[in-house]
């Protein structure tokens, strides 16, 4: 019986690939920072990416069940924000967690892989595109995510594991919900930047429209680890809105943002600028 890990395993995009590979028959373990409010069939590890202390501990339960066929990690922290007001603490606690925790996750599965074991990495369809305004850092970690995912599927084909990146839009996950406080909490909190929140909201809300059940992400993962040769890169609900935009050349590109965003200026007499 094929054993996978799966990280972020108590969210909803991580709890819906547990579901969907324990259904199938497969013996699923799993990582989280918080426990679950209902408990499981599948084994899941309380620990924090961003500790090595802590995921050390978790991989001495999780190695004394066996080996390891593959891991997906589904893990990551969605924040918006300025990236010159956001205080440093913040910035490195995303990328830990977006980026290093999936690092140190891999290292120290890899001692534990059969042969041809699978390395799922689940990036966003942003990594790619120019990220909107104030969507800055998830897309920064996200790329990182993705570049890193190229390059570790360069090394360990040497050593016959295929690692795959899939890039999903919109998950109707609770990460929408926090998406739309920290939106909130930045229009009322931001020094910098008066822009018109109203149509931020609609920008943002554009872009989560065409959002997609965890599920689909789940089936996506089933495919990626079962079949013979599986595509490097796998992306789904490809927003139409950030494809047109990106077609666009950049300099049209920050004209239409800052067109859209910025709040008209009135003169001494009321006039417009």
Request: charge should be positive; charged fraction near 25%.
């Amino acid at each position: 019986m094929a054993r996978y890990l799966v990280t972020g395993a108590n969210g909803g995009m991580g709890r819906a690939i547990c579901r969907l590979l324990s259904e199938r028959g497969f013996d699923v373990v799993g990582i989280d920072l918080a426990p679950s409010d209902e408990a499981p069939p599948w084994r899941v590890s309380l620990a924090d990416l961003s500790d090595p202390a802590s995921l050390a501990a978790a991989f001495d339960e999780i190695g004394a069940g066996g080996r390891l066929d593959g891991v997906i990690h589904a893990a990551g922290l969605y924040d918006l924000g300025s990236l010159v007001e956001m205080g440093e603490d913040e910035f490195l606690r995303i990328f830990n967690v977006n980026l290093f925790g999936a690092v140190r996750v891999n290292r120290l599965a890899l001692p534990y892989f059969n042969a041809g074991a699978r390395v799922v990495l689940i990036t966003s369809e942003l990594a790619p595109l120019s990220p909107l305004p104030f969507t800055g850092i998830y897309a920064v970690t996200k790329a990182a995510l993705d570049r890193y995912a190229d390059a570790l599927r360069m090394e360990l084909q040497l050593l016959g594991y295929p690692v795959v990146a899939i890039r999903p839009g919109a998950v109707d996950t609770g990460m929408l919900p926090a998406s739309t406080r920290a939106l909130d909490r930045f229009c009322e909190t931001t020094e910098l930047y008066p822009v018109n929140a109203d149509r931020f909201r609609e920008i943002v809300g554009r872009v989560e429209a065409k959002k997609v059940p965890p599920e689909k992400i789940a089936g996506l993962v089933l495919r990626a680890l079962t079949v013979k040769r599986p595509k490097p890169v796998y992306a789904i609900n490809r927003n139409p809105y950030l494809r047109l935009l990106n077609l666009l050349p950049r300099r049209m590109q920050l004209r239409i943002v800052r067109r859209i965003l910025q709040n008209k200026k009135t003169d001494n007499e009321g006039n417009k600028k």
